[in-house]
């Protein structure tokens, strides 16, 4: 079992900046990778950003890409999603996720990960 908790959201201006936090706990030995997805209400859970935990690769959504920047304390298995360039369509819930079982290469979709955080709401209005 692996456990993520989420941190960090809130009201933000257009064009400020964001920092949110995801740590994983358990047993987090075999994690593959650890992504970020949002979910706005009525909309389809979508990818935001990954990091596979071996090597650091890291891959983005194409709504996000130039935009939002995801790293990793490998130690801490924590993973932080930041933004200098909010809009308000990035308004959603922020979900951290985590992979466990590495059958596909380079997850991009919410069946893909094992585990879920509880989520953190992100608000983006002037």
């Known amino acids: 079992q692996v456990q993520l908790v989420e941190s960090g959201g809130g009201l933000v201006q257009p064009g400020a900046s964001l920092r949110l936090s995801c740590t994983a706990s358990?047993?987090?030995?075999?994690?593959?990778?650890m992504a970020w997805f949002r979910q706005a209400p009525g909309k389809e859970r979508e990818f935001v950003a990954g990091i596979r935990w071996s090597g650091g690769r890291i891959y983005y959504g194409d709504s996000v890409r130039g935009r939002f920047t995801i790293s990793r304390d490998s130690v801490k298995y924590t993973v932080t999603l930041q933004s200098n360039s909010l809009k308000p369509e990035d308004t959603a819930d922020y979900y951290c996720?985590?992979?466990?079982?590495?059958?596909?290469?380079?997850?991009?979709?919410?069946?893909?990960?094992?585990?879920w955080g509880q989520g953190t709401q992100v608000t983006v209005s002037s």
């Open positions: 358990g047993r987090t030995s075999n994690i593959y990778a």
């Open positions: 996720a985590a992979d466990d079982d590495g059958r596909t290469v380079y997850p991009v979709k919410p069946s893909e990960y094992d585990y």
